[in-house]
């Protein structure tokens, strides 16, 4: 039997309204914990699989009380050295900017693409529109890879600036709500499994949450 390899690693969490607040929050008296520190736990998250990719790590959070609705945070490196775990001045300040009542996480080991922070996920798109404002991250390898790319290339107009599948899934996603289609996160789902070939496992979070 071939020798098994950890490829990627992501994780998400979500405040549930009008639920209890969980245990598992930053030490803080009940009355001063809130649901946007949901997105604290992240981080936490991301060490359990960081087994999982060592290259680099990052999340996105969303917090309507924001006016960055969606905030990413990414960077090449372990989950401690982009978090700054060491440095607990560093680390609160950022854990602050990334509050959150819903939250994705991503420790990147290499299948394609390079070794540099753009290729650090999640992989955020911004929109004026709140439904097409998203962010995902990804885990798996599209084995049609290469044909989906030459069919975007294709096109004159069209360029990747990265290759790597996940560019390839984001321009997916972008397509589906492309002019007046709305679909559901499952719809989406639907219509990407159509077109993708290949073992994965995606998370995904819009600005409304």
Same mark, same amino acid.
């Given at each position: 039997?071939?020798?098994?390899?950890?490829?990627? @690693?992501?994780?998400?969490?979500?405040?549930?309204?009008?639920?209890?607040?969980?245990?598992?929050?930053?030490?803080?008296?009940?009355?001063?914990?809130?649901?946007?520190?949901?997105?604290?736990? $992240?981080?936490?998250?991301?060490?359990? $699989?960081? =087994?999982?990719?060592?290259?680099?790590?990052?999340?996105?959070?969303?917090?309507?009380?924001?006016?960055?609705?969606?905030?990413?945070?990414?960077?090449? @490196?372990?989950?401690?050295?982009?978090?700054?775990?060491?440095?607990?001045?560093?680390?609160?300040?950022?854990?602050?900017?990334?509050?959150?009542?819903? +939250?994705?996480?991503?420790?990147?080991?290499?299948?394609?693409?390079?070794?540099? +922070?753009?290729?650090?996920?999640?992989?955020?798109?911004?929109?004026?529109e709140k439904?097409?404002?998203?962010s995902f991250?990804?885990?798996?390898?599209?084995? =049609?890879?290469?044909?989906?790319?030459?069919?975007?290339?294709?096109?004159?107009?069209?360029?990747? +600036?990265?290759?790597?599948?996940?560019?390839?899934?984001?321009?997916?996603?972008?397509?589906?709500?492309?002019?007046?289609?709305?679909?559901?996160?499952?719809?989406?789902?639907?219509?990407? +499994?159509?077109?993708?070939?290949?073992?994965?496992?995606?998370?995904?979070?819009?600005?409304? @949450?």
């Open positions: 039997m071939a020798e098994l390899h950890h490829e990627c @690693g992501i994780v998400a969490i979500y405040h549930l309204p009008n639920r209890g607040l969980s245990r598992f929050l930053p030490h803080l008296p009940d009355t001063e914990r809130k649901p946007e520190h949901a997105a604290s736990l $992240v981080p936490r998250l991301l060490q359990d $699989v960081q =087994n999982r990719g060592q290259l680099a790590a990052g999340m996105s959070s969303f917090n309507p009380q924001r006016h960055q609705l969606i905030v990413t945070h990414k960077d090449v @490196g372990s989950v401690e050295q982009v978090f700054r775990l060491g440095n607990r001045t560093e680390m609160e300040s950022l854990r602050t900017q990334l509050f959150g009542t819903a +939250a994705i996480g991503h420790v990147r080991y290499a299948t394609c693409g390079k070794e540099d +922070a753009s290729y650090a996920q999640p992989f955020e798109r911004s929109h004026i439904t097409k404002w998203f991250c990804f885990n798996g390898q599209l084995a =049609n890879y290469s044909d989906l790319q030459q069919q975007l290339q294709s096109q004159p107009e069209f360029h990747l +600036a990265r290759e790597t599948d996940t560019e390839i899934i984001m321009h997916s996603i972008c397509r589906e709500f492309a002019g007046s289609k709305r679909p559901t996160f499952v719809q989406l789902l639907k219509e990407l +499994a159509q077109e993708f070939d290949g073992a994965y496992n995606i998370a995904y979070v819009n600005a409304i @949450g």
